[in-house]
């Protein structure tokens, strides 16, 4: 799990994450440090296994659990210089760059980091990508249900966010183009 970073995080999602912590120090008496000195006490080293030992062993629920996780454990991916392993696909980074490149022109864009995904939000999430097999990309966007495109399909089963209400797959960066620009603009001013 990636560290949170304030400056990828909407004012909702800031809010959030301090009432999350808030709510743990208030309910258990422990602060957020004491209970990550807890956390490197744990004998497991696989991240779903410490979710798990932080619930049998203390009882924290999966947001608590994982808030402390993050603070106690170095876990950004990231190989030194900057570089996330989730776009290290040539073509899909290609793609990810045209996409980053489209929002870079929109007012007040955050680019976020997950573990499977990038998300782009404003004031909430208005889309989000993620790399396919083969090189190709996953965008999902914010889009009214009335506001339909031949390029695009409902989302399936995503994990990123239920506000994504359409997705379409892009296989090279030539396909961010002047339509795909516009349907991000749409779902940028919807956020």
């Not at 619930?55 to 993050?70: E, I, P």
């Amino acid at each position: 799990m990636p560290k949170w970073d304030a400056d990828t995080l909407t004012e909702q999602q800031r809010k959030w994450f301090a009432s999350l912590r808030e709510g743990l120090e208030r309910d258990t008496g422990r602060t957020l440090d004491a209970w990550a000195e807890i956390a490197r006490a744990c004998p497991e080293t696989a991240h779903r296994a410490r979710l798990k030992w932080m619930k049998d062993t203390h009882g924290l629920a999966q947001n608590r659990a994982s808030l402390v996780l993050s603070t106690a454990f170095d876990t950004d991916d990231t190989d030194g210089e900057g570089d996330d392993p989730l776009w290290a696909d040539p073509h899909a980074r290609a793609v990810f760059d045209a996409i980053a490149a489209t929002v870079a022109g929109l007012e007040g864009v955050l680019v976020g980091r997950r573990k499977g995904y990038t998300p782009f939000s404003r004031r909430v999430q208005f889309a989000a990508v993620r790399p396919l097999k083969g090189g190709r990309v996953r965008l999902g966007l914010a889009l009214p249900p009335e506001d339909t495109h031949p390029r695009v399909s409902p989302p399936g089963r995503e994990s990123w966010s239920e506000r994504l209400t359409a997705v379409m797959e892009l296989a090279a960066a030539e396909d961010v183009d002047a339509e795909v620009a516009e349907l991000m603009r749409r779902a940028w001013e919807r956020s």
